[in-house]
């Protein structure tokens, strides 16, 4: 039998094997290409574990999506679409098209259809495929919320003002979010030293990457008042003249203000306006002589003491004041809230307090709006309903405020302990105090807002709050430096589920967020909690 011969059947059967590897190994490699979206197989793709806020839930689902060059744009919200893209071109420099309403999804499509009904007001829905990206969304702003996620589940490049190499991959899979309390703010003090509008709008930006929806601008104090009220024009020309340490300060005229409240609208944050009283009110009785008891203006004061300043109880001119001013806040303010202060009157006694608080409170509720104050206004009585009462001692009972909480305030949690961005973070921080004691990020996300306060647990706690006093915070860099790293850390407690709490997780993942604040130059504390990337 020729070798051809004695071998055929042995050589067929070789063939036939071969030929099943070879088909087998090209099935695999196809099937693993599929899987794996564009490009060569890769191991399945889990979430990155970089979210912060921590979102209610993820589910990898082995792909990967790559933004393409001529990806396409699509969303039902004008305005988010515009955000997104925006970002997007500048750091990809790609067209990306977009288009609002469009009846066919982009490549990257934000829908209010077809969303979850638990996503609520401000969640979302987001599923990454291997073609592409869609959020789905009840409202608007849980569009602008599944934005942020997509943005954090893009390499931090992503956030660069110019354009960056990519590949622009993301994990495929699908999140569903939506936030633990309502109420996720960040206060800004304009008294103690001014700031333009350009530098809020900068830090409304920088906010609303971690999903805050409430500006806090505490607009007047005994250093200073900064927007302009037609009723009393002397205010801020007179009383805005000045600043913490003797500088030129400055005031918001009204367009001013509108034009910071449309610009947190923009990014979903609804503004409350501050007037304090009756104490911390030094730069108002220096622009009116009567609205002082003794008739006489005390000097403009740039020094840092606090609750030596009192309105006059007993005069009717200062109810008159209190309505006008209020009054035209009222006006400009969309949101629901007007914060009256309330902190620290020392200057007040305890009976003109309450009936100081009682008349103000009347005020408010007269031009439509809710209380809000420090939970100091709980010492004068239970506040009108709809009201929120701000903590921010150091104790962990209020006695007044829960029995407020207990009759239906909601609270405001701001322990100056553990969410006060004006404390140092070591005692080498430069810009700061310590008097609330030294925060890094461990301690301002070392709490539960819902299970902090004796009696105030559950339903009567409406969120969190992360307050800047600017007494030694002058430029744009020192509010970047006190608010980054540990504003993340209240945004996370005020949207994430508690039983995502992680010190170590929370640890990981906001050292994935330092690459995205170097690209877009917040200048961060690299606290020494905290794993930094390199070169981040
Ligand atoms: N307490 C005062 C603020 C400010 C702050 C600085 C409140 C409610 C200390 N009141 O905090 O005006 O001076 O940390």
């Known amino acids: 039998m020729s070798r051809s011969a004695a071998s055929r059947p042995v050589l067929r059967r070789l063939f036939l094997r071969r030929l099943f590897v070879v088909v087998l190994t090209a099935l695999g490699l196809v099937c693993a290409g599929l899987s794996s979206g564009a490009g060569p197989a890769t191991a399945a793709s889990a979430f990155p574990d970089t979210v912060v806020p921590a979102p209610v839930s993820e589910t990898a689902n082995g792909t990967t999506f790559t933004l393409p060059a001529g990806a396409t744009l699509t969303s039902d919200d004008a305005g988010t679409g515009g955000y997104l893209a925006g970002i997007l071109r500048a750091s990809t420099g790609y067209a990306l098209p977009l288009t609002v309403g469009a009846t066919s999804p982009g490549t990257i499509a934000l829908s209010l259809s077809g969303a979850p009904a ?41 956030m660069s003002p110019t354009v960056q190499p990519g590949p622009w991959t993301v994990a495929g899979g699908t999140i569903l979010d939506y936030p633990r309390f309502g109420y996720r703010g960040a206060m800004l003090d304009l008294a103690r030293h001014f700031f333009t509008v350009a530098q809020v709008e900068r830090y409304v930006d920088e906010l609303a990457l971690y999903k805050i929806n409430y500006l806090h601008l505490h607009l007047s104090d005994d250093q200073g008042w900064r927007i302009a009220i037609n009723s009393w024009p002397n205010l801020a020309v007179y009383g805005g003249s000045t600043e913490v340490g003797g500088g030129p300060g400055g005031y918001w005229t009204q367009a001013d203000y509108s034009a910071v409240v449309a610009y947190a609208a923009s990014r979903f944050m609804t503004v409350v306006p501050e007037i304090d009283m009756p104490g911390h009110t030094n730069a108002a009785l220096a622009s009116y002589a009567p609205l002082n008891c003794n008739g006489v203006a005390p000097s403009l004061y740039t020094g840092t003491n606090v609750g030596f300043s009192s309105l006059c109880v007993s005069l009717p001119l200062t109810y008159t004041f209190v309505d006008q001013v209020l009054g035209e806040l009222a006006a400009l303010t ?198 930094w990337p390199a070169g981040s």
């Open 334 to 531: 969309p949101g629901p809230y007007l914060h009256i202060g309330g902190d620290e009157a020392s200057s007040t006694s305890a009976s003109d307090y309450a009936t100081f608080i009682g008349k103000v409170e009347q005020i408010v509720t007269a031009h439509g709006k809710s209380v809000m104050g420090w939970h100091n206004i709980a010492d004068a009585g239970t506040p009108p309903a709809g009201a929120q009462a701000q903590f921010w001692d150091t104790t962990t009972s209020a006695p007044n405020l829960a029995a407020a909480a207990a009759n239906g305030t909601k609270v405001v949690m701001s322990p100056a302990n553990h969410a006060y961005l004006d404390m140092k973070y070591n005692h080498r921080t430069k810009l700061g105090q310590t008097w609330a004691g030294l925060i890094d990020v461990n301690t301002a996300y070392g709490w539960d807002p819902g299970n902090y306060l004796t009696g105030v647990t559950g339903s009567e706690v409406a969120g969190v709050e992360g307050p800047l006093w600017t007494e030694t915070i002058v430029t744009s860099a020192d509010i970047d430096y006190m608010a980054f790293p540990r504003l993340p850390a209240l945004a996370e407690l005020g949207w994430s589920p508690w039983s995502t709490h992680s010190q170590t997780a929370f640890d990981a993942r906001l050292g994935a967020q330092g690459p995205r604040w170097k690209a877009m130059g917040v200048n961060y504390y690299h606290s020494t909690q905290i794993s």
């Open 118 to 158: 638990t996503v609520g007001a401000e969640g979302y829905q987001l599923t990454v495929s291997r073609t592409g990206v869609l959020i789905q969304a009840q409202q608007a702003a849980g569009l602008f919320h599944g934005v942020q996620t997509l943005l954090q589940l893009l390499p931090g490049a992503v």
